[in-house]
């Protein structure tokens, strides 16, 4: 049997956290009604909702919503958007695809489409923010040509003290 990939394994953890939201979903307020296609501001909304954070980045946020349409999954994309707006707190299992690239394009910043896959942004995933207090997600050089060969300059961590 061979071991699951790190990809497998985000996407599970990606799925159980969605599962987690579900119960945090039920005491929110209603998300806006649509009177037309989805919004940027609506597809944020959504995307809160969907992910648990609030400090989502519009740019991020405005790049994978234009993936989606581009792609045709408006019409799955606003099904989701009614699905979760009308108090439902999972949204239906046919919408499952629709929330895999969603999230897909806010943890990972690509999101597969058929057998193409787009590239939504690097740095402001949220993938790197379990370990943006130590270690940020690099998106550029860090130095001079060669600079990693020399070993890392080492000093105290911060530790947090006991009880925060």
């Known amino acids: 049997m061979t071991p699951p990939t790190r990809r497998a394994v985000m996407g599970g953890m990606i799925v159980l956290y969605t599962l987690a939201l579900a ?24 995307s809160r909702r969907l992910t648990g954070h609030d400090d989502l980045s519009p740019v991020l946020g405005a790049r994978i919503l234009g ?12 099904d989701l958007y009614l699905a979760v707006s009308e108090g439902g707190a999972m949204p239906p299992m046919e ?13 990972l910043g690509r999101i597969t489409v058929g057998d193409r896959t787009h590239l939504t942004g690097f740095e402001e995933t949220l993938m790197g923010r379990v370990t943006a207090d130590i270690l940020p997600l690099r998106s550029y050089c860090g130095g001079a040509m060669g600079f990693w060969a020399a070993p890392p300059a080492t000093g105290p961590l911060p530790l947090r003290e006991e009880g925060q």
């Open 23 to 46: 119960r945090i979903a039920l005491a929110q307020a209603p998300l806006t009604p649509l009177s037309g296609p989805i919004t940027p501001d609506a597809f944020l909304d959504l």
């Open 67 to 78: 993936v989606l349409t581009e792609t045709g999954q408006a019409q799955p994309l606003r």
């Open 95 to 107: 919408d499952a695809d629709i929330l895999h690239q969603i999230l897909h394009g806010w943890y």
